[in-house]
């Protein structure tokens, strides 16, 4: 239990980082004098150095120690974090964003294998899981919370500064609680794999981020394209690797590919409806920031109560019935968020289907983490754990890209059709079909889990 709290404590602070930056980055914009063209590279730089790194840090995890790479990760993370929020220009914090993003994804990957690594009793690990899904939820949403707290009463700065005591907590007892963990025997990094699929990941982050709203341009389509050819020389380095950074059989397993699968939609779908929600209460209900932040608790809370609860279910009624019911919530949840107007009554008309939409992402999350690491080789804990983090990071860009394309374009008919005075209408009009199209994405992801798992009831073991 000691150390399931370690990890859970790394993980509230890097999913609460995420939404602490986004509350402080208009502050931080005016202080450090950040242009318009530079700001979206305080978000980039992050996510571009997370998600390219992931499998590198999992095998790093995996070659060098999870607990040695888990320390690493958190001081190096609550160094970066100290140096951007003492910074004094725009270049400093932005390299130093970048530098979060690195050790992120160092840190992400070891902590998520050593949960999988610490637990072996189907009941224990399906609880582990639902907590480490928990923290995730309570952190995202808490996080705005938190941070328009520390804007309003002390500094953009601390949004930045808090990771350092947290990151300090968690290392001191991590040292003397964590076990350590490794893959036996001799072990080679392999380098190109490790620049190939780096760069692969890079340029389908970049290509998908830059593909909402004009999705055909030319700086969208040679990153996508590099990257599915990158990709496509990973994979042929992978199977002719004697060392593999990624082995391929982790892939092609029915059982995983389908929470891969799932956790990248899973990924699309959240940043979605983060994106839309907070634009539909800013913009259209004219919510200040920290009440958006309220508003969005009932999401966040039925999410964390939930996954506690799937916890202790999975076992009896394993992964693809409560993923598949799970994913039918929450596209429920979103169909009926779908039908918001521009003067809602936010309890009958938003709330109901927030509640639908964090239940059902709660019952299926656990289920997905672990159907993604069971039976995972020893050697190979820290890898897989980076390559389900990655299908989230994957997802969250693309996700992103499709789900705001539509919305744009549903915004850009109505006000052909109905006038362009008619701006609240039709910045609903898109949100609505943002979130219609999030809810078909999870009912593809039911649709996947019914067909794709068939791991039995009390069968998710190492």
């Given at each position: 239990m000691a150390r399931a709290v370690v990890v859970l404590i790394a993980e509230l602070m890097i999913t609460m980082d995420a939404s602490l930056v986004i509350v402080a980055l208009p502050s931080a914009t005016k202080a450090l004098d950040i242009s318009i063209q530079d700001r979206q590279w305080v978000l980039s730089a992050y996510a571009l150095t997370f998600a390219g790194f992931l499998l590198l840090g999992g095998r790093l995890a995996d070659f060098f120690g999870r607990k040695t790479m888990f320390i690493i990760g958190l001081a190096g993370f609550a160094t970066v974090s100290g140096l951007a929020g003492l910074a004094t220009s725009d270049l400093l914090f932005i390299l130093a964003r970048a530098g979060q993003g690195l050790f992120a994804a160092i840190l992400a990957p070891a902590l998520l294998a050593l949960v999988?690594?610490?637990?072996?009793?189907?009941?224990?690990?399906?609880k582990a899981f639902s907590a480490f899904a928990a923290v995730a939820a309570v952190g995202g949403v808490f996080g705005l919370l938190f941070g328009g707290t520390l804007v309003e009463f002390l500094s953009w700065r601390w949004c930045l500064l808090v990771n350092v005591p947290v990151a300090i907590i968690a290392i001191v007892l991590a040292v003397p609680i964590v076990r350590p963990s490794r893959a036996e025997g001799k072990h080679r990094l392999n380098a190109k794999s490790a620049i190939v699929g780096t760069?692969?990941?890079?340029?389908?982050?970049?290509?998908f981020g830059k593909a909402s709203p004009h999705p055909f341009n030319p700086t969208t389509d040679i990153c996508v394209v590099l990257g599915l050819i990158l990709g496509a020389v990973f994979i042929l380095i992978q199977r002719k690797s004697r060392d593999p950074l990624l082995p391929l059989s982790i892939l092609t397993d029915r059982n995983r590919g389908a929470a891969f699968l799932n956790?990248?939609?899973f990924g699309g779908v959240i940043a979605g409806f983060v994106l839309f929600s907070s634009y539909y209460l800013q913009t259209v209900l004219n919510f200040a920031g920290l009440n958006t932040a309220l508003a969005l608790l009932p999401f966040g809370i039925a999410y964390a109560v939930v996954a506690v609860i799937s916890g202790r279910i999975l076992p009896r009624f394993g992964p693809r019935t409560l993923i598949?019911?799970?994913y039918a919530i929450a596209a429920v949840g979103l169909f009926w968020i779908s039908t918001i107007g521009t003067t809602d009554h936010i309890l009958t008309d938003v709330f109901p289907g927030m509640v639908l939409f964090g239940g059902g992402c709660g019952l299926a999350s656990a289920a997905v983490y672990d159907?993604?690491?069971s039976r995972i080789p020893?050697?190979?804990?820290?890898?897989?754990?980076?390559?389900?983090?990655t299908s989230q990071q994957i997802g969250d860009a693309l996700g992103s890209a499709i789900l705001n394309t539509i919305a744009i374009g549903a915004t850009a008919t109505y006000l052909v059709v109905h006038g362009k005075s008619e701006v609240a209408a039709a910045s609903v009009a898109g949100f609505s079909r943002g979130?219609?199209?999030a809810g078909v994405l999870m009912v593809i992801g039911a649709l996947i889990s019914f067909f794709m798992i068939n791991i039995k009831p009390k069968a998710l073991v190492d």
């Amino acid at each position: 239990m000691a150390r399931a709290v370690v990890v859970l404590i790394a993980e509230l602070m890097i999913t609460m980082d995420a939404s602490l930056v986004i509350v402080a980055l208009p502050s931080a914009t005016k202080a450090l004098d950040i242009s318009i063209q530079d700001r979206q590279w305080v978000l980039s730089a992050y996510a571009l150095t997370f998600a390219g790194f992931l499998l590198l840090g999992g095998r790093l995890a995996d070659f060098f120690g999870r607990k040695t790479m888990f320390i690493i990760g958190l001081a190096g993370f609550a160094t970066v974090s100290g140096l951007a929020g003492l910074a004094t220009s725009d270049l400093l914090f932005i390299l130093a964003r970048a530098g979060q993003g690195l050790f992120a994804a160092i840190l992400a990957p070891a902590l998520l294998a050593l949960v999988n690594v610490s637990f072996h009793e189907v009941a224990d690990r399906a609880k582990a899981f639902s907590a480490f899904a928990a923290v995730a939820a309570v952190g995202g949403v808490f996080g705005l919370l938190f941070g328009g707290t520390l804007v309003e009463f002390l500094s953009w700065r601390w949004c930045l500064l808090v990771n350092v005591p947290v990151a300090i907590i968690a290392i001191v007892l991590a040292v003397p609680i964590v076990r350590p963990s490794r893959a036996e025997g001799k072990h080679r990094l392999n380098a190109k794999s490790a620049i190939v699929g780096t760069l692969a990941i890079m340029f389908l982050v970049i290509g998908f981020g830059k593909a909402s709203p004009h999705p055909f341009n030319p700086t969208t389509d040679i990153c996508v394209v590099l990257g599915l050819i990158l990709g496509a020389v990973f994979i042929l380095i992978q199977r002719k690797s004697r060392d593999p950074l990624l082995p391929l059989s982790i892939l092609t397993d029915r059982n995983r590919g389908a929470a891969f699968l799932n956790a990248m939609i899973f990924g699309g779908v959240i940043a979605g409806f983060v994106l839309f929600s907070s634009y539909y209460l800013q913009t259209v209900l004219n919510f200040a920031g920290l009440n958006t932040a309220l508003a969005l608790l009932p999401f966040g809370i039925a999410y964390a109560v939930v996954a506690v609860i799937s916890g202790r279910i999975l076992p009896r009624f394993g992964p693809r019935t409560l993923i598949t019911i799970g994913y039918a919530i929450a596209a429920v949840g979103l169909f009926w968020i779908s039908t918001i107007g521009t003067t809602d009554h936010i309890l009958t008309d938003v709330f109901p289907g927030m509640v639908l939409f964090g239940g059902g992402c709660g019952l299926a999350s656990a289920a997905v983490y672990d159907t993604a690491l069971s039976r995972i080789p020893h050697n190979d804990a820290g890898i897989a754990s980076a390559t389900v983090n990655t299908s989230q990071q994957i997802g969250d860009a693309l996700g992103s890209a499709i789900l705001n394309t539509i919305a744009i374009g549903a915004t850009a008919t109505y006000l052909v059709v109905h006038g362009k005075s008619e701006v609240a209408a039709a910045s609903v009009a898109g949100f609505s079909r943002g979130f219609i199209a999030a809810g078909v994405l999870m009912v593809i992801g039911a649709l996947i889990s019914f067909f794709m798992i068939n791991i039995k009831p009390k069968a998710l073991v190492d």
